[in-house]
């Protein structure tokens, strides 16, 4: 009877709050506007050129001080989210809202551009909040029949806001190559009436956040959320670089290369394109439908993943066996066929539900491989790669002389990649164990 009193006494007592949605909700919409303010200049950057005089190397180098922020402010982020999620919460909305106020200083060029990389850096730099915490406030917050959705609904929204603004800024602001009568001037104050809305809202959600986010509910909704055997962020980061890691490796390299390269594709896919084959509001169209579809099926896939656990490699595996042949027929159809605008859709459209939909599994799996590493180090790590890959392919983007067919190749390059990879993977499941046992 004593023993089993004290067996009793071990078993973690768990609850689920229904404020986990609210607070899964403030998160995404703040994951959602920082991908979108990095997003910002890409599918308006016609309009941008003829408004501010810039050239295209410019709207490459403002996309790419993203991830380059990222990986500057990385070691030190992944590091802070130990405090918890309210601090990484208020960071992360805060410092967004101070990025998107330098912008709306002055709309004159030459001083706007520097505004305008400033701000591009400030809102790169809590990149590592927006990407790596979704799978700590999963585990915190939700229960195990829910993580994989929880994790997937934060890391589709922040896909969701670069994909909008694909939509929003074409639709808000005149495009000069549909219409000569508009001005410089004018373009320039739609573009400005833009950066002040995106300000707004910033500051609306930092407003929403110091009033309510807590770090952690008074009691874990499962056994692995109240664990206290989670390493140390340097121990953690000593476990993932040890031998015995190859693991979390097999995983973190393909994820890293795979969806930084096809990020960073889509934010440009207007310059991608050629402009006879489609106009700069086709393609922002077709970038913000391709990813939304992505973001769909994402939010389908976690919910087949929290369903059938077990399975996650082989979802990841087809998807991406079928990504590399549809990134194939796009790269075929550019280049070496007679242009046909329903392949281009239907092979871009049915890659972006491929490899974006697979982000939630790439997520959870790491962190399940990775356990007992607290998730934010894991995540932390993988999506460094993420953006260093990004980083160097807008980076060489900024060179106009290698052109920029030579994209596609690599996005494509990147899914063949990954797939043995995947196939020599095998999956370990420490904290599913834990909560099931």
């Not at 934060?154 to 939509?167: D, E, I, P, Q, Y």
């Not at 106009?400 to 063949?416: C, E, H, K, M, R």
């Not at 990954?418 to 095998?426: E, G, L, Y």
């Amino acid at each position: 009877m004593v023993l089993d009193s004290e067996a009793a006494d071990l078993i973690p007592t768990v609850k689920v709050y229904k404020r986990r949605w609210y607070i899964l909700a403030l998160f995404s919409l703040a994951t959602a506007t920082q991908g979108g303010i990095w997003s910002t200049w890409g599918p308006i950057s016609k309009s941008a050129e003829v408004a501010f005089n810039w050239t295209q190397s410019d709207i490459a180098l403002l996309t790419s001080w993203g991830p380059i922020a990222y990986l500057i402010s990385a070691p030190f982020l992944v590091w802070f989210m130990q405090f918890g999620l309210r601090y990484s919460q208020l960071a992360l909305t805060g410092v967004m809202t101070l990025g998107t106020m330098l912008r709306c200083i002055n709309s004159n060029p030459p001083t706007f551009t520097y505004l305008a990389y400033s701000g591009q850096i400030i809102n790169g730099l809590v990149g590592p909040i927006a990407m790596s915490l979704s799978p700590l406030l999963s585990v915190i917050w939700f229960p195990l029949e829910e993580r994989t959705l929880a994790t997937a609904i934060s890391a589709v929204l922040n896909s969701a806001g670069t994909a909008a603004s694909f939509l929003t800024g074409p639709l808000s602001i005149a495009d000069p190559s549909k219409s000569n009568s508009t001005s410089p001037l004018e373009i320039r104050k739609e573009i400005m009436y833009n950066m002040y809305a995106a300000c707004g809202w910033t500051a609306l959600l930092f407003l929403l956040s110091i009033c309510y986010f807590p770090s952690k509910p008074m009691i874990p909704p499962t056994a692995s959320a109240s664990s206290g055997i989670r390493r140390s962020f340097l121990k953690g980061l000593i476990m993932l670089i040890k031998k015995d890691s190859l693991r979390f490796w097999l995983l973190a390299f393909p994820y890293g290369l795979s969806i930084g390269f096809f990020a960073a594709w889509t934010s440009v896919l207007d310059d991608i394109i050629p402009k006879h084959h489609l106009s700069e509001d086709a393609a922002g169209w077709l970038a913000f439908i391709g990813t939304i579809s992505g973001q769909v099926a994402g939010l389908l896939m976690a919910k087949l993943a929290d369903r059938f656990p077990n399975r996650m490699k082989e979802f990841l595996l087809s998807s991406y066996v079928i990504a590399s042949v549809c990134c194939l027929l796009f790269c075929f159809n550019l280049v070496l066929w007679k242009f046909n605008v329903i392949v281009l859709y239907s092979s871009f459209i049915l890659a972006a539900i491929c490899i974006s939909s697979t982000v939630p599994l790439w997520i959870e799996m790491m962190s399940e491989t990775a356990f007992p590493v607290d998730e934010s180090s894991a995540t932390g790590v993988a999506t460094t790669i993420n953006n260093a890959t990004a980083a160097i392919l807008l980076g060489i983007l900024s060179k106009q002389s290698l052109g920029v067919n030579w994209t596609s190749w690599a996005v494509l390059s990147s899914a063949v990649i990954s797939i043995p990879f995947i196939i020599v993977f095998k999956p370990k499941d420490s904290r599913r164990f834990l909560d099931t046992a």
